[in-house]
């Protein structure tokens, strides 16, 4: 079995300056993934002051939408789910998954690390013809202590909720600059990131590697900032998959889309 995915941060369906509805054109870019699964950081589940500004038909076009974010991404092609994490007077945003497999379960699991900044790892159990998938839609802090500790508990969540070597599939913003919460991940959960097997390679590089007894560096792809990606915050981690191909999408159609640039990922169940 083949399942095609993404993930996407997409900072609220605004843009970065002057915060400019950009919900209807990233359904159109959301669909050019073509991917069957899609795990999505930052979505607007409610928003009353950019619905009365943006959605006024009187005042012309529509720019954002009457349904939550993550309902109006999936459309009648996927299902979907949302995990609410940040709460305010007039909305509240989190983390969904959009899946065109029918989604059995679902859990918010809260993982804030304090009271200024609301974080949450949604898990998704996705009912696929051969197998039970276990999804988990990942957005970490921006403290490095803050991480660690959301990291062990991404780790307890998986371990607990799909314990027996189930296929795994955890995709998001993980905020991780440095690139230091990647080997726990692959020793705990004996999960491989994306980018492990098919990132850059030299025959050079291999060779003076192999000579000198090093091992092949391992490092994600850079997603941050979507205009010149320079930061490696951006993971697709994958267990009980053979991973086919993987990339990030770049150029002027994403720059202006959101300040994260998308992944997606070919994988096939092993």
Partial sequence: MKIRVATYNIHKGVSSIRSTPRVLALKKAIAQFDADVVFLQEVQGKHDRNSAKFGDESRGHRHWPERAQHEYFAGDSHHSAYGMNAVY?????????????????????????????????????????????????????????????????????????????????????????????????????????????????????????????????????????????FFRLDRIYVRGFKVDAAEVLHGTLWAKLSDHAPIVANLKLA
């Avoid at 900044?117 to 990942?138: K, M, N, S």
């Avoid at 097997?197 to 192999?210: H, T, Y």
Wanted: with cysteine.
């Fill in 89 to 229: 007077d007039h909305g509240h945003h989190g983390n969904a998954l959009l899946s065109a497999y029918p989604i059995g379960g679902t859990h918010n699991h809260d993982v804030s690390d304090h009271a200024y900044e609301q974080r949450g790892i949604l898990h998704c159990i996705l009912d696929t013809p051969q197998c039970q998938v276990h999804c988990y839609v990942v957005h970490l802090g921006l403290f490095e202590s803050g991480r660690g500790r959301q990291t062990q508990a991404l780790i307890d969540c998986v371990k607990a909720s799909a314990p027996n070597g189930e296929p795994v599939i955890i995709a998001g913003d993980f905020n991780d600059w440095r690139n230091n919460l990647s080997d726990k991940l692959r020793s705990e959960l004996g999960v491989v990131e994306v980018f492990d097997e098919l990132g850059a390679r030299s025959r050079l590089g291999d060779l003076v590697r192999s000579f000198s007894g090093r091992e092949k560096p391992v490092t994600p792809a850079r997603t941050f900032p979507a205009a010149l990606p």
